[in-house]
């Protein structure tokens, strides 16, 4: 696959801007970063719209639940269709998501390579994800990557405000001890680069998912669509 790359002017970037020079501090995203669930995800949101009534294709699904905290969801769900039915759709999307992990879930293509890369670089790494610690031990789990970032887990359930508000964000930079502008972020969604720019970290688009590249785009962010090219757009070949 072949790297699109889209990158604003450096003078356009400011202090936000993730250069090679001075990050100290990977935030990877969990859903559609490391583990390939997007894809699960989606599926299931298109199937209980269809059962509870609110009609949704996959592309309004993207739009509109793709990289937020499952309590900005539920707000959605609850506001469109009532507090009874988006009850219901969490404990329905939670039984159908995990069924469908354990039967098949993927690490994203490439991120292992991209980690073993980023750990001969002796760059530190750690997860700020929308999800609940408890579906993150699941997927990650399934995966093989949860040992690699035991200890450095951090979810939007630990802050006020999930994406994009920078909360989660500079709540992981704070624990960790690495001050945001040294901090960079890797996502896959447009409320997950939102947060990354309001926090003023530099962020990694990754395009090789479910979210348009065009979506991801903006100041501050290098869009790519290969995970094995993470370690050189951040350090350098």
């Given at each position: 696959?072949?790297?699109r790359i889209a990158?604003?002017?450096?003078?356009?970037?400011?202090?936000?801007?993730?250069?090679?020079?001075?990050?100290?501090?990977?935030?990877?995203?969990?859903?559609?970063?490391?583990?390939?669930?997007?894809?699960?995800?989606?599926?299931?949101?298109?199937?209980?719209?269809?059962?509870?009534?609110?009609?949704?294709?996959?592309?309004?699904?993207?739009?509109?639940?793709?990289?937020?905290?499952?309590?900005?969801?539920?707000?959605?769900?609850?506001?469109?269709?009532?507090?009874?039915?988006?009850?219901?759709?969490?404990?329905?999307?939670?039984?159908?998501?995990?069924?469908?992990?354990?039967?098949?879930?993927?690490?994203?293509?490439?991120?292992?390579?991209?980690?073993?890369?980023?750990?001969?670089?002796?760059?530190?790494?750690?997860?700020?994800?929308?999800?609940?610690?408890?579906?993150?031990?699941?997927?990650?789990?399934?995966?093989?990557?949860?040992?690699?970032?035991?200890?450095?887990?951090?979810?939007a359930t630990e802050?006020?405000?999930?994406?994009?508000?920078?909360?989660?964000?500079?709540?992981?930079?704070?624990?960790?001890?690495?001050?945001?502008?040294?901090?960079?972020?890797?996502?896959?969604?447009?409320?997950?680069?939102?947060?990354?720019?309001?926090?003023?970290?530099?962020?990694?688009?990754?395009a090789g998912g479910?979210?348009?590249?065009?979506?991801?785009?903006?100041?501050?962010?290098?869009?790519?669509?290969?995970?094995?090219?993470?370690?050189?757009?951040?350090?350098?070949?």
């Amino acid at each position: 696959m072949d790297t699109r790359i889209a990158q604003v002017p450096e003078p356009a970037l400011g202090r936000s801007a993730a250069r090679r020079d001075v990050v100290e501090l990977i935030l990877f995203d969990c859903d559609g970063v490391l583990v390939d669930s997007e894809p699960i995800a989606v599926r299931t949101h298109v199937a209980l719209g269809a059962e509870y009534g609110w009609p949704l294709s996959e592309a309004e699904v993207i739009e509109e639940f793709v990289g937020r905290s499952t309590a900005s969801i539920g707000e959605k769900i609850r506001g469109r269709l009532g507090a009874a039915v988006a009850e219901a759709w969490d404990e329905r999307f939670r039984e159908l998501h995990r069924e469908a992990v354990d039967a098949a879930l993927p690490a994203v293509d490439g991120i292992v390579e991209a980690l073993d890369a980023l750990d001969e670089r002796g760059l530190p790494y750690c997860v700020a994800s929308s999800g609940s610690h408890e579906k993150m031990r699941h997927t990650l789990g399934r995966t093989g990557l949860y040992e690699r970032f035991a200890g450095r887990i951090f979810s939007a359930t630990e802050v006020a405000r999930g994406k994009p508000a920078p909360d989660l964000f500079l709540h992981a930079a704070q624990r960790l001890g690495v001050a945001p502008v040294r901090c960079a972020v890797v996502e896959d969604s447009a409320p997950g680069v939102q947060a990354a720019r309001a926090a003023g970290m530099g962020s990694f688009g990754y395009a090789g998912g479910v979210t348009p590249a065009a979506r991801l785009a903006g100041p501050g962010t290098v869009v790519f669509d290969d995970m094995r090219a993470l370690p050189s757009l951040l350090t350098g070949p």
